[in-house]
């Protein structure tokens, strides 16, 4: 039965402030150096900034990495005191910041905390000779923030602290373009208190529901509400466990995350192929697709510009809605915890998430939760 529904929305009137995108997002791990080395080998980033004693902050390394506008900032703790130290024990390696690039921080601030917020970080301004960054943040589920970055009167290579780098390893970048969306883990019961959150305090819209029909298998389901800002630029989907026969696969998230956060993190790609090819042949390993889901594939989704036999080497996934189609693939848990993976997806003029590979997808994963004696 088909019960996506798509609540009638006022795109971007809403608002409680302008975001302009994903300023960057920042990982805390209990390696940052050997992290970056993983996510520049296998994923192609590139290092091109860092922040550490050297440079004048005692208490923790942190790594810019870039490929076209994504940027990722991974930072280790340096001892075993302070908030780094103690996320990295509880969460293991983990998202900690997604950050929003606004043009006016302390009023987006402002009127976040008036709306309910509540404030991790009251603005600061930081400067160095390229000029000045306003930063605040706001705290979002478990112990995910929000920073809130205002860099217009900025014009050096980051954030004031990071110096450039430059390394003699450099590998190709892999065609990740930008972030698409990112997906966060709540509590059973807890997902409509966060939609609320981001509608009641940033103005966001729900841009499409998926409950418990549309996402369960014979064991485990989950209900997904996508959250949307009023350009279309930050989406959040936030998931909840549903009750099924065995544990959900949000509950053994939650379970070995410690609590709620970010689950994966979707990038985008115009040419999925040659980026997930890429990706294989550095070692990144990706959920195995049945091979009996290409059998039934031109039938669903209809004539695609990819060949058949080329996804189902790669194991991509596709998927069809009203505006166009979809490629997706998804990384297997890039730490050992089974938490934070990535999603691979382009868009070839759907707008969706990959409602049709659902199922599919979580008899995937709940393969490999079974082999981790999870299930
Ligand atoms: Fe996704």
């Known amino acids: 039965m088909a019960t996506t529904s798509a609540p009638e929305a006022a795109v971007g009137t809403h608002d409680t402030f302008p975001i302009n995108g994903t300023d960057y997002i920042e990982f805390f791990v209990g390696n940052a150096r050997q992290s970056s080395m993983f996510y520049r080998a296998a994923f192609g980033f590139q290092l091109i900034g860092y922040r550490g004693p050297e440079t004048g902050v005692r208490d923790r390394a942190s790594y810019l990495l870039q490929q076209d506008k994504i940027r990722m900032v991974l930072t280790s703790p340096l001892g075993p005191d302070g908030f780094i130290a103690e996320h990295v024990r509880k969460h293991g390696d983990g998202v900690r910041d997604l950050a929003?690039?606004?043009?006016?921080?302390?009023?987006?601030?402002?009127?976040?905390?008036?709306?309910?917020?509540?404030?991790?970080?009251?603005?600061?301004?930081?400067?160095?000779?390229?000029?000045?960054?306003?930063?605040a943040a706001i705290a979002t589920y478990g112990d995910t923030i929000h920073s809130i970055v205002e860099r217009r009167n900025y014009h050096g290579l980051f954030l004031p602290g990071f110096v450039p780098v430059s390394s003699q390893f450099q590998s190709s970048p892999i065609g990740l373009k930008y972030v698409d969306h990112c997906v966060g883990n709540v509590e059973l019961g807890r997902m409509n208190e966060w939609v609320s959150f981001y509608e009641r305090v940033l103005g966001f819209h729900n841009l499409l529901t998926f409950d418990d029909k549309d996402i369960s298998t014979e064991y485990s389901a989950l209900m997904s509400k996508v959250m949307s800002n009023g350009n279309g630029r930050i989406k959040f989907p936030i998931n909840e466990p549903a009750s099924g026969k065995k544990k959900s696969q949000i509950e053994e998230y939650l379970d070995f995350y410690g609590g709620p956060g970010v689950q994966h993190i979707a990038v985008a790609t115009d040419d999925i192929i040659s980026t997930v090819s890429a990706?294989?042949?550095?070692?990144?390993?990706?959920?195995?697709?049945?091979?009996?889901?290409?059998?039934?594939?031109?039938?669903?989704?209809?004539?695609?510009?990819?060949?058949?036999?080329?996804?189902?080497?790669?194991?991509?996934?596709?998927?069809?809605?009203?505006?166009?189609?979809?490629?997706?693939?998804?990384?297997?848990?890039?730490?050992?915890?089974?938490?934070?993976?990535?999603?691979?997806?382009?868009?070839?003029?759907?707008?969706?998430?990959g409602k049709g590979n659902f199922k599919a997808l979580f008899e995937s994963i709940e393969r490999e939760q079974e082999l981790r004696g999870n299930l």
């Open 100 to 135: 929003f690039w606004v043009d006016d921080a302390r009023d987006a601030w402002t009127k976040a905390v008036e709306r309910g917020a509540t404030s991790v970080q009251e603005p600061q301004v930081h400067t160095d000779e390229h000029g000045e960054v306003v930063i």
């Open 279 to 353: 990706l294989q042949a550095r070692g990144v390993e990706f959920l195995r697709t049945p091979t009996t889901y290409y059998l039934e594939l031109q039938d669903r989704v209809g004539a695609i510009d990819e060949p058949l036999e080329e996804l189902e080497r790669l194991g991509i996934l596709v998927d069809r809605d009203d505006e166009g189609y979809l490629l997706q693939i998804f990384t297997r848990p890039v730490q050992d915890r089974p938490t934070l993976f990535f999603e691979i997806i382009q868009r070839k003029g759907a707008k969706g998430f």
